[in-house]
């Protein structure tokens, strides 16, 4: 797919790609039994292996009908809003209808390891008003810039936006629910699956009726279009929990729409336009993970050589991807340690914290509209707000959410994140974060180093926080974190077949940059910016 112009050749390469896949999915069909360990029992959904072959042989098909001449020609306007987008996808790589019909599964990286087992009561202490995960008391003895990352303040919200698009669990923080019975709402790849959901045919009204192949927006352009109660028509509700997450999804939404008009600048014919968008944007956002989230919070060096040498730890098979528990439920909520005390929203404006000053769920009034220039480093405008060091302790607003975003508790602990997130690890049965460093073979954090001794072990979220403040200055994930999130994020783009990771490993972006590297704020801007040489016409 690395020949931006000419469909033939596009064609041509694209059938190679999905025939390989397609071999290798029909090679790794599973057996009933495989290891000893009947289907049933598996911590993935064995149909998404058949389920993929069907949506390659589908996608096969189509290619081989499009090389014969059968293209889809261009469907005639209609009043009542049934236009050229709005039909089968048959370009799409990630198509929603290939998605798992049944939730899909969670798993284990280490499945030898016995769960930790900590007292619920320590965990909510130390989670809790005054507790360790609080920072509150230690906010009087710092000065300005004491508490600040090296990374701008925007990329744990950016981490927030990859989490809701690979995982969506919504069992109960509070227990009873045992760890083989979770299931994934979310398939378990990186295909912006919280952007475009079920696409114009399945999810018509996140799209515009006068023009399908693009998202509709509120009417100024920097809101989701929402209902006439104020909730938001978007992908993935969650998005809408704060004006961060907001702000990066609406900037998303207007990265796919000006793709559109590049595509159609390069004389794309316009049954195809919605579709090459569409994986254009996935590739582009799969390659900014990779090559600057990732390098940004593990670090490039381990970046490189999982990439070099690939995974120890989670090697899922093509089409049998899961997302594994020690990751979603403690590595990849490292996010909630960078979230700042308070935050500038334009130049010149009041410090206001994340909540409940800038909780969502409802239409963002003008007056409080965030310049992203504040939180990422875009070109030509001053450093944005650096993300807060990662140490261990949550922001006030953290220990005490309000109750939009957490809805009615029955225990006042469990408004604050480091309780849930605490306790969560405790509910999946995770392991101690000493068990898992051992296993890795990496030095475990000292006594000292974890502020406070644990009966049996350290919780492997909190040590993983206080593992990237002590092996990683406090800007980055340390051995374990690091090692979990960059298998897992890079392990799940190899696993899918439509990846740009599978399907072209050395492919690069294709979208304008204003420098010489494509990077997230390219990505961010490019909906705002008119004005770069076009030159996306493929892949």
């Known amino acids: 797919m690395s020949t931006p112009n000419g469909d033939d050749a596009f064609l041509n390469e694209l059938e190679k790609d999905v025939r390989a896949e397609l071999d290798r999915a029909e090679a790794s069909e599973p057996d009933d039994e495989v290891n000893g360990v009947p289907i049933g029992e598996w911590l993935f959904d064995p149909a998404d292996v058949q389920r993929e072959e069907v949506g390659l042989r589908s996608l096969l098909g189509a290619v081989q009908a499009m090389e014969n001449g059968s293209r889809p020609k261009p469907a005639p306007a209609h009043p009542h809003g049934i236009h050229v987008a709005a039909r089968g996808h048959c370009l799409s790589l990630v198509r929603a209808v290939d998605r798992p019909t049944g939730a899909a599964r969670y798993g284990r990286m280490f499945p030898d390891l016995d769960p930790l087992g900590t007292d619920p009561q320590l965990l909510m202490r130390a989670g809790g008003n005054g507790g360790i995960c609080d920072a509150a008391a230690v906010l009087g003895g710092l000065s300005p ?24 669990d919504r069992s109960p923080v509070e227990g009873d629910v045992a760890p083989d019975a979770l299931r994934n709402a979310r398939a378990p790849k990186l295909n912006l699956e919280m952007l475009y959901s079920d696409g114009p045919v399945g999810s018509p009204y996140l799209f515009d009726v006068a023009d399908p192949a693009k998202f509709l927006l509120g009417p100024d352009g920097a809101d989701a279009p929402r209902n006439q109660q104020g909730i938001a028509l978007i992908g993935d509700p969650r998005n809408d929990v704060h004006l961060f997450a907001l702000t990066l999804h609406v900037a998303l939404l207007g990265a796919h729409n000006r793709t559109v008009d590049l595509l159609r600048e390069n004389g794309v014919p316009e049954a195809e336009v919605f579709e090459r968008a569409r994986i254009i944007l996935t590739w582009h956002y799969q390659w900014i993970m990779v090559h600057d989230f990732l390098p940004r919070l593990v670090g490039a060096s381990l970046v490189e050589r999982v990439l070099a040498e690939g995974s120890r730890w ?167 974190g690091g090692r979990i999130v960059a298998e897992v994020l890079i392990g799940l783009l190899r696993a899918d077949p439509a990846s740009y990771l599978s399907l072209e490993p050395d492919w690069e972006p294709i979208l304008p940059a204003a420098g010489p590297d494509f990077g997230l704020a390219d990505l961010l801007t490019l909906g705002t910016t008119r004005d770069r040489a076009a030159g996306a016409a493929g892949p």
């Open 314 to 480: 989670f090697t899922p098979a093509p089409g049998q991807a899961y997302i594994p528990l020690e990751f979603a439920d403690a590595a990849f909520r490292y996010g909630h340690g960078q979230i700042r005390h308070t935050y500038r929203l334009v130049d010149g404006g009041p410090l206001v914290p994340l909540f409940p000053d800038l909780v969502g769920f409802g239409p963002q009034p003008a007056d409080r509209r965030l310049d992203l220039a504040q939180v990422f480093d875009l070109p030509g405008r001053p450093p944005a707000q650096r993300a807060k060091r990662l140490d261990g302790r949550l922001a006030t607003s953290l220990i005490g959410l309000p109750e939009q975003v957490t809805g009615a508790v029955d225990t006042a602990a469990y408004r604050s994140l480091a309780v849930r997130d605490l306790l969560r690890g405790e509910t999946t049965a995770l392991p101690s974060g000493e068990a898992v460093a051992h296993v890795m073979n990496v030095s475990p954090l000292t006594v000292d180093e974890l502020d406070q001794a644990w009966p049996h072990g350290t919780p492997l979220w909190f040590y993983i926080l206080k593992e990237a403040e002590h092996r990683g200055g406090g800007d980055r994930l340390g051995p374990v």
């Open 145 to 168: 810039g004491d508490d600040d990352a090296s990374e701008a303040a925007g990329w744990p919200f950016f981490g927030q936006l990859i989490a809701h698009d690979i995982t969506a």
